[in-house]
């Protein structure tokens, strides 16, 4: 079984949906242990994105979590 895995898919809404879930995916880990990003803000990248506009990272979690149902009709984690 190999240890890693690359998804490649032709459609944009997929690849935006997965970069959505990492970026839910590490700002989880910093509002639930207070732990930074190694590589700088991630509420920063979202709004550079232009996924969200909320100025708290709970909030941003949040309204990232909604936008993630909407494109792929699951809820994260699912």
Do not use: N
């Not at 809404?13 to 995916?25: F, P, V, W």
């Not at 880990?29 to 920063?44: F, N």
């Amino acid at each position: 079984m190999p240890s890693s895995f690359i998804i490649d898919h032709p459609d944009a809404g997929t690849r935006t949906a997965i970069h959505i879930a990492q970026c839910i995916g590490a700002l989880q880990i910093e509002v639930d242990t207070g732990m930074r990003h190694s590589r700088g803000s991630v509420l920063k990248v979202c709004h550079g994105q232009g996924y969200t506009t909320k100025l708290t990272k709970k909030a941003a979690l949040i309204d990232l979590h909604q936008i993630y149902t909407e494109l792929t009709g699951r809820v994260y984690g699912s």
